[in-house]
């Protein structure tokens, strides 16, 4: 079994709707891994969501995965009401403790790449687990939205409202 990490850009809410960019193209991982567009082809939904590649661990499920210009995009579902482990890392990924996410994979196609790691060409994924220290170095959360930024926010935007009208 191989496992690849992945480039993430990831947005959860209070309702445990996540979001992401689990692999970007055109960026290698660590070791010099490289996806290339269309290798996701025939990904079955739903993929289960897990803590740290752990099959025991699962915490949500992706419902929707696609691959854009830019990269593997996915949303899905922590099971943040139904699972006290989901809430946990939900708190994990709210407070920026796990910031990252990581595919596990077999991989169908590849040739090696000069330099090291390989160009890989088709793969079957079969889980996008969230972890704390993905292999790629760009893979990190980039937001994370709760009710109390959207407070925040709107104070911050009152306070500037009224200090341009001069009160």
């Known amino acids: 079994m191989e496992h690849a990490f992945i480039e993430t850009k990831v947005i959860a809410d209070n309702a445990g709707t996540i979001t992401g ?3 970007k193209f055109g960026t290698p991982d660590r070791v010099g891994d ?3 567009p269309g290798a996701f082809k025939g990904m079955k939904l739903p993929i289960p969501m897990l803590f740290g590649h752990d099959m025991n661990d699962p915490v949500g499920v ?4 696609q691959e854009t210009g830019a990269g593997l995009a996915l949303k899905g579902r922590m ?3 139904d699972v006290p482990r989901a809430r946990e890392v939900r708190a994990l990924v709210m407070a920026g403790a796990v910031g990252g996410l ?3 994979f077999v991989t169908k196609k590849a040739v090696a790449r000069s330099g090291g790691g390989r ?3 088709s793969l079957e994924l079969f889980e996008v687990s969230l972890v704390t220290a993905p292999m790629h170095p760009g893979a990190r959360i980039t937001g994370a939205k709760s009710a109390a930024d ?3 926010l709107a104070e911050a935007l009152r306070r500037a409202d009224a200090a341009l009208r001069g009160n």
Do not use: D, Y
Request: charged fraction near 25%; charge should be negative; glycine fraction near 4%.
């Open 119 to 121: 160009t890989i060409k």
């Open 79 to 81: 099971l943040v009401e």
């Open 102 to 104: 990581s595919i596990g």
């Open 62 to 65: 992706w419902t929707e995965a």
């Open 21 to 23: 960019l689990a692999w």
């Open 34 to 36: 490289m996806i290339e």
């Open 150 to 152: 959207a407070f925040r």
